[in-house]
């Protein structure tokens, strides 16, 4: 996918400005308004000084080159030059370059709070946008590099990338200060300078591709940490977690491996470029003073000012080669940022009305890409009807679901709720009226309240309605029982529950919600059968006050539905009441021949 990152200076610039507009241009306003004065303030005063200092021959002021205006400045304001004067204008400037300092480093406090939280927070928001089918789409270590590691490395390179508009504002003032002091010398090592960016420049460039790469890696990485934590039991119980850390190795090392490549040329540059600099000031200065005849106070000038510029191209190398390592990060963000805009979902502003009569389906197609899985399938829900879709593994009972709970859009027919299509309202007010349980209950890791209100604030009325629910599906002497009664913490992933109180604690949480459609998407299959017969129970008490979808394998929990849909091959090849399909459709009789039930 095409990210919307441009590798150049301005391409970085329009990245970081799009999170933090106007305020980054100030910074850097500030930034410069500083850098000259520190350039300007300390080169003005060394020749003043040095002419203020000197009864010599200089005393004319003739080694200032071209920074004689100075002298003329302050004639033409009718300030004697003298020490006083000099030094206290230094005085004047420094406290002034101080303020401006604190300012600036607040600012940039600001700025860097600012830009993560925004960052941050755009991430959430796009997340939460995202449809569910860009979800399958993006790759869940992916995002979660992005989220956690790379939007720090964001924060650094914004910082970096801060820092060398700064060196490279003081660059410049310096550079133009000894050219005024003498041109000819300033040019030699302007000459000399761009000769050895050219040697750093393809460091610089190795920097960027192994930044890049890393990123790349992380989402690797986190992929299988994801796989490995989500796993765990599974592979502790196999003894397979060993030859799963194989793979973890391998993307630990490659990714350590890049890093070194990046800190040796880190050690290359940081020890090579002040000899090439002192060796071509040397070599200019031979030239300079062998062959040119200039003379030596006006180089010596001219020298101080390069040195010091010098150590702004250093420090503006140096960041820029921080910000090339951290550029992977604004890369990874930036893709993710570029696929989540892709499978955004587009959002109607009016809320669709509440559910109050039936659900439609109208001759539905549904692909995944070129595999066709839905083939006109029509169907109709009654408000509170208990409705089941069986069928083979693969016929498509989930795809169907799915497009039920228009978490993907139909290919082609329509999902109609009382007569309206979903799509034409906001989607998010359709989805609070449904309530899913899956297979795997959803535990949060908090208390058995939060659990189940969605960390409702705890007023007399949700606590109320928290019991009410709770006893609906008979949990309240569990619950009573438990240590901190409602405010039993429940562990990572309900660890400390049983699968049927997990399951329960999962209704509960729909019912709380106060939901009109409640998909059950094989919601005991994973428990035992006693257990199951408990669950079950709960469940059936919800007929008939619920509109219920069930996807079930096992036709013992489907026996009391309203409505029975069979799946066949993306298709309903049969549908009615328990007995009825028994009878009118074989494929029924054997399926619940199989699990010995007629
Ligand atoms: N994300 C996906 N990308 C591509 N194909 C998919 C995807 N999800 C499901 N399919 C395919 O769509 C078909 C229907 O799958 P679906 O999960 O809806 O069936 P199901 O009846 O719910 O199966 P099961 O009972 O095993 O859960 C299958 O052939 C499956 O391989």
């Given at each position: ?11 970085y ?30 080169a ?65 406090v ?28 993006l ?81 690797l ?23 799963y ?12 491996k ?53 150590n ?18 604004l890369?990874?963000v ?40 839905l ?19 693969g ?5 169907l ?12 027919g ?15 007010s359709?989805?609070?009226q ?41 949990l ?53 059968s006693?257990?199951?017969g ?22 013992s ?42």
């Amino acid at each position: 996918m095409k990210s919307g990152l441009k590798h150049t200076p301005l391409g970085y610039f329009s990245f970081f400005y799009k999170s933090m507009g106007n305020k980054l241009v100030f910074n850097i306003l500030l930034a410069t308004t500083l850098g000259l004065l520190d350039g300007v303030g300390l080169a003005l005063f060394i020749p003043l000084l040095q002419f203020v200092n000197d009864s010599s021959g200089i005393a004319t002021g003739e080694s200032m080159g071209g920074l004689r205006f100075i002298l003329n400045g302050f004639e033409n304001l009718g300030v004697p030059v003298n020490l006083f004067s000099v030094l206290s204008l230094m005085v004047i400037i420094f406290s002034a370059k101080g303020a401006l300092n604190y300012w600036l480093s607040m600012e940039q406090v600001d700025l860097r709070q600012k830009y993560m939280v925004k960052l941050r927070l755009g991430q959430i928001k796009q997340l939460g946008q995202l449809s569910y089918r860009g979800f399958l789409t993006l790759d869940a270590g992916k995002i979660q590099n992005a989220i956690t590691a790379e939007v720090g490395k964001n924060l650094q390179a914004m910082i970096q990338f801060l820092a060398a508009t700064k060196a490279s504002i003081v660059l410049v003032a310096y550079v133009v200060l000894a050219f005024l002091a003498n041109w000819q010398f300033a040019l030699f090592i302007m000459l000399g300078g761009f000769l050895s960016s050219f040697i750093y420049r393809r460091i610089i460039e190795s920097v960027k591709t192994s930044s890049i790469e890393i990123s790349r890696r992380g989402n690797l990485f986190n992929n299988f940490v994801i796989q490995c934590i989500h796993h765990f039991k599974y592979l502790k119980a196999t003894n397979h977690f060993k030859l799963y850390a194989v793979k973890l190795q391998d993307v630990i090392n490659e990714v350590e491996k890049l890093n070194r490549k990046i800190g040796k040329n880190q050690a290359i540059t940081a020890s090579t470029r002040e000899p090439i600099i002192i060796f071509i000031v040397a070599i200019v200065i031979l030239v300079q003073t062998n062959y040119l005849g200039a003379s030596l106070g006006s180089i010596l000038l001219s020298l101080l000012l390069f040195y010091r510029a010098l150590n702004g191209l250093v420090l503006l190398q140096n960041t820029w080669q921080s910000f090339m390592q951290n550029v992977g990060g604004l890369q990874a963000v930036s893709d993710l940022s570029t696929s989540m805009q892709q499978f955004q979902e587009q959002e109607a502003a009016t809320p669709i009305p509440k559910f109050r009569s039936q659900i439609t389906l109208r001759e539905l197609y549904f692909a995944y890409g070129e595999k066709l899985v839905l083939k006109g399938v029509d169907l109709n829900i009654q408000r509170n009807e208990t409705i089941a879709l069986v069928g083979e593994s693969g016929s498509g009972k989930s795809t169907l679901v799915n497009i039920i709970c228009a978490l993907m859009a139909p290919t082609k027919g329509q999902l109609l709720v009382d007569g309206h299509s979903p799509y034409a309202y906001n989607i998010d007010s359709y989805r609070a009226q449904i309530g899913y349980i899956t297979q795997e209950p959803i535990i949060f890791n908090d208390s058995v309240f939060n659990n189940v209100t969605f960390w409702a604030p705890p007023t007399t009325e949700n606590v109320a309605r928290f019991w009410e629910v709770i006893e609906k599906v008979a949990l309240k002497d569990t619950v009573n029982n438990m240590g901190q009664k409602e405010d039993t913490l429940l562990g990572d992933n309900g660890m400390l529950i049983s699968g049927g109180q997990k399951q329960r604690i999962s209704i509960a949480r729909e019912l709380y919600k106060d939901v009109e459609l409640l998909i059950m998407d094989e919601a005991t299959s994973a428990l035992d059968s006693e257990t199951e017969g408990f669950v079950q129970e709960s469940i059936n008490q919800l007929k008939g006050a619920y509109t219920i979808i069930i996807i079930a394998h096992r036709l013992s929990t489907i026996k009391h539905a309203d409505r029975i849909y069979l799946l066949e091959d993306g298709k309903i090849s049969g549908q009615g009441r328990f007995e009825e399909l028994i009878k009118n459709s074989s494929r029924f009789y054997r399926m619940a021949s199989l699990q010995n039930i007629h």
